[in-house]
């Protein structure tokens, strides 16, 4: 794959692999003509980008000549940029996307495509495939059926062995989003936290890229040339940020004890940890929720974090996100001055719904009531009160 976020590689990069002639490897292919109509255009197409998503993901490029040995084989090692000749691109890449969506199960996500153009008019098509965590997936097309995955040779079809290990590793997926899950809300609970925050209740949003969940392919994100400050938590009043071990942090509040942090992984994901969304009742010490302002609050931060995650880190869908509340026995629900509703949160730890998310460019104020009912339910009410009974979320009076 080509060492670069997908949105920052431009055509020198392309010509850049020419130049020195960097060989087709696991992850990087070269195509001199994007795939016709033709059946086996069609499964050759499907099976290189499979191949890459069941294997360690990586880059195709289309519009590359290569070397030929004596018997005329390509030998995988480019010799110039040929470029490809197509009437409309947009309509070309809407082809391949809907083939893909229909001849691949399960359904790839993530893949992107980008045309890249020289001033001399010249254009290569690059498409990047992320390794995938759902799959393994199978090209099944007529009657044409079979695993792919790829090695340094190029790819091949999958035997049975290989087959039944992939399977292995999707299914082991959930285990792994579930420990990760549980041993951060354990250290938070326990107050093994980057910065000391506040005693009490604790919200806790994490949003997990599949990818950060791979054993062999996770990203390693520096975060030293990243503006990290843009990654606000809930409350952003007296903003602190710094480097740590784990990647980067952003907190809010002051010394000793502070409201909230936003912790950035270097695998990409995000844990956002906040105590200053509850407010003290006057006549007990048990603390009182404002549910739609977290609500609201969580809907513009989510806005924030997964169009940075996308631009500043270069991070590919799917992805899931997670909210838990910790401390939460006994928290009542209030709007408006007036507590609500006759019951109270029954239990320390509230793992609510996580969402599974296929892109970025999703309204997290749609996707978010899953979470929320579940939020308002836990303290005894039928749902959240800021939707409609079609699903729309109503005006913030």
């Given at each position: 794959?080509?060492?670069?976020?997908?949105?920052?590689?431009?055509?020198?990069?392309?010509?850049?692999?020419?130049?020195?002639?960097?060989?087709?490897?696991?992850?990087?292919?070269?195509?001199?003509?994007?795939?016709?109509?033709?059946?086996?255009?069609?499964?050759?197409?499907?099976?290189?980008?499979?191949?890459?998503?069941?294997?360690?993901?990586?880059?195709?490029?289309?519009?590359?000549?290569?070397?030929?040995?004596?018997?005329?084989?390509?030998?995988?090692?480019?010799?110039?940029?040929?470029?490809?000749?197509?009437?409309?691109?947009?309509?070309?890449?809407?082809?391949?996307?809907?083939?893909?969506?229909?001849?691949?199960?399960?359904?790839?996500?993530?893949?992107?495509?980008?045309?890249?153009?020289?001033?001399?008019?010249?254009?290569?098509?690059?498409?990047?495939?992320?390794?995938?965590?759902?799959?393994?997936?199978?090209?099944?097309?007529k009657t044409h059926w079979r695993f792919y995955?790829?090695?340094?040779?190029?790819?091949?079809?999958?035997?049975?062995?290989?087959?039944?290990a992939a399977f292995a590793a999707a299914e082991?997926?959930?285990?792994?989003?579930?420990?990760?899950?549980?041993?951060?809300?354990?250290?938070?609970?326990?107050?093994?936290?980057?910065?000391?925050?506040?005693?009490?209740?604790?919200?806790?949003?994490?949003?997990?890229?599949?990818?950060?969940?791979?054993?062999?392919?996770?990203?390693?994100?520096?975060?030293?040339?990243?503006?990290?400050?843009?990654?606000?938590?809930?409350?952003?009043?007296?903003?602190?940020?710094?480097?740590?071990?784990?990647?980067?942090?952003?907190?809010?509040?002051?010394?000793?004890?502070?409201?909230?942090?936003?912790?950035?992984?270097?695998?990409?994901?995000?844990?956002?940890?906040?105590?200053?969304?509850?407010?003290?009742?006057?006549?007990?010490?048990?603390?009182?929720?404002?549910?739609?302002?977290?609500?609201?609050?969580?809907?513009?931060?989510?806005?924030?974090?997964?169009?940075?995650?996308?631009?500043?880190?270069?991070?590919?869908?799917?992805?899931?996100?997670?909210?838990?509340?910790?401390?939460?026995?006994?928290?009542?629900?209030?709007?408006?001055?007036?507590?609500?509703?006759?019951?109270?949160?029954?239990?320390?730890?509230?793992?609510?719904?996580?969402?599974?998310?296929?892109?970025?460019?999703?309204?997290?104020?749609?996707?978010?009531?899953?979470?929320?009912?579940?939020?308002?339910?836990?303290?005894?009410?039928?749902?959240?009160?800021?939707?409609?009974?079609?699903?729309?979320?109503?005006?913030?009076?």
């Amino acid at each position: 794959m080509i060492p670069m976020q997908f949105n920052a590689v431009a055509w020198d990069d392309i010509e850049a692999l020419v130049t020195v002639g960097r060989p087709e490897d696991r992850a990087l292919e070269y195509k001199q003509e994007l795939p016709g109509n033709s059946d086996d255009d069609k499964k050759e197409f499907l099976a290189d980008l499979s191949a890459l998503a069941n294997t360690a993901g990586g880059d195709l490029i289309y519009g590359i000549e290569e070397q030929r040995d004596a018997q005329g084989k390509p030998t995988g090692i480019p010799t110039s940029i040929h470029g490809i000749t197509v009437a409309n691109m947009d309509s070309e890449i809407r082809r391949l996307e809907n083939l893909l969506r229909d001849s691949v199960e399960p359904r790839m996500l993530g893949i992107r495509m980008k045309p890249l153009q020289a001033q001399d008019g010249r254009i290569v098509l690059l498409v990047r495939t992320p390794a995938s965590l759902v799959g393994p997936h199978v090209v099944r097309f007529k009657t044409h059926w079979r695993f792919y995955g790829r090695n340094s040779a190029g790819k091949y079809p999958f035997d049975l062995g290989e087959v039944r290990a992939a399977f292995a590793a999707a299914e082991d997926l959930p285990e792994r989003l579930r420990r990760f899950r549980g041993e951060r809300l354990v250290r938070i609970a326990g107050d093994e936290t980057p910065v000391s925050l506040k005693a009490g209740p604790k919200l806790v949003l994490h949003l997990i890229p599949l990818a950060a969940m791979s054993r062999i392919d996770s990203p390693r994100i520096d975060f030293r040339d990243i503006l990290i400050y843009q990654f606000t938590p809930l409350r952003s009043s007296s903003l602190w940020h710094r480097l740590n071990i784990d990647g980067g942090l952003v907190y809010t509040g002051n010394e000793p004890t502070f409201l909230g942090y936003c912790q950035l992984f270097r695998t990409g994901i995000i844990e956002v940890v906040d105590t200053g969304l509850f407010e003290p009742q006057p006549s007990t010490t048990t603390p009182l929720l404002r549910a739609t302002l977290v609500e609201g609050i969580l809907i513009s931060a989510t806005r924030n974090y997964l169009r940075r995650m996308r631009d500043e880190l270069g991070l590919q869908p799917p992805l899931y996100v997670m909210l838990s509340l910790l401390g939460g026995r006994g928290i009542s629900f209030y709007e408006a001055g007036f507590t609500i509703g006759d019951h109270t949160v029954d239990r320390d730890i509230v793992l609510l719904p996580e969402v599974f998310l296929e892109s970025f460019d999703g309204e997290p104020a749609e996707w978010y009531r899953e979470i929320f009912d579940a939020l308002w339910q836990s303290a005894g009410f039928q749902g959240s009160q800021n939707y409609t009974t079609d699903g729309k979320r109503k005006p913030v009076v």
